[in-house]
């Protein structure tokens, strides 16, 4: 056990002595740190600073703050779904407008995930629906929308892209065009 406190104590240490090297004195304070602790600190000779380190006697707690743990879980969480939302919509040709529109992404970022994705820009216009087909995305669309409840409207969008097999782009358009009264 003292082996753990020996490596907290020298972590502490280490870090305490590069703030105040760099003159941080505020973080310092906020490492849990007086006015007086510092000044001792600062005055210690090398070889105090080397036992204090290798104490094997805890004099650094470490706690756990549960509710902040928690909304950081959450806000990773959060982002990794939106990470995901972010590729799925790329997946399945979304625009660069789209991009922004939903996600703010400039052209570029949108661009660079492309790649990353290995994805393949599709040069020119966006394929057309036959009349058929449009008909048959308006109605799929005004179905999903009394059944969904949420305002979600771009998953509804990449669930009919998928079920139709046809771009996001395409469905946005669509949409669109529809909802404006053609």
């Known amino acids: 056990m003292s082996l753990s406190f020996n490596l907290l104590n020298q972590a502490m240490l280490t870090q305490v002595l590069h703030e105040l090297h760099l003159g941080n004195l505020q973080r310092c304070k906020a490492l849990g740190l007086g006015e007086d602790d510092i000044d001792l600190l600062q005055s210690l000779p090398p070889t105090t600073l080397s036992r204090l380190a290798h104490a094997s006697v805890p004099w650094v707690e470490v706690r ?15 982002d990794e779904q939106n990470q995901r939302l972010i590729n799925r919509a790329l997946k399945l040709g979304a625009s660069s407008t789209i991009m922004y529109k939903c996600f703010g992404l400039a052209h570029s970022e949108t661009a660079m995930r492309r790649r990353l994705l290995r994805i393949e ?25 009394t059944q969904d ?3 979600d409207q771009l998953d509804a969008m990449m669930l009919l892209a998928e079920e139709q097999q046809i771009s996001l782009a395409v469905v946005w358009q669509q949409i669109n065009h529809y909802s404006s009264g053609k």
């Not at 820009?121 to 929308?145: I, V």
């Open 149 to 151: 409840g949420t305002d």
């Open 121 to 145: 820009s599709r040069k020119g216009r966006p394929h057309q629906l036959s009349e058929t087909q449009e008909h048959a995305l308006w109605q799929r669309w005004c179905q999903l929308r």
């Open 64 to 78: 756990i703050d549960s509710p902040v743990l928690r909304r950081l879980i959450e806000q990773a969480d959060r």
